[in-house]
């Protein structure tokens, strides 16, 4: 039996991705990335997507937060890096610990 992994494809079995090409593979809603072997369609999963929505919130909050409250002349620079670090933290749980999924669009197979 073919030990599966979080870069296994979720259409035909084969390892197909590595950590890049499974963070840029995109959310549930997405088109995703193909799979080499089958040609098919894959995405990231709930979790990642869930995972996500909620670095965003957390990176909103220190963004609102860094708007109102900051005096420093670097205010700005931390506001783009509240969200650079949201965006890097969501591609590593993208590219080592979320699972890959079937895309839910009916419009690709
Ligand atoms: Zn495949």
Known sequence: MQ???IYTCPHCGEKTFNPI???????????????KACGRHCVN???SMIFSAVVYILALIA???LYFKCNSDWCYAYMIGAVAAAFVVTRLYDAFIGPLTKPIR???L
């Open 3 to 5: 030990h599966t992994s």
């Open 21 to 35: 090409t499974k963070a840029f593979a995109g959310g549930l809603h997405t088109r995703g990335a193909v799979c």
């Open 45 to 47: 999963g709930q979790g």
């Open 63 to 65: 963004v609102f937060y």
């Open 106 to 108: 009916n419009d690709v």
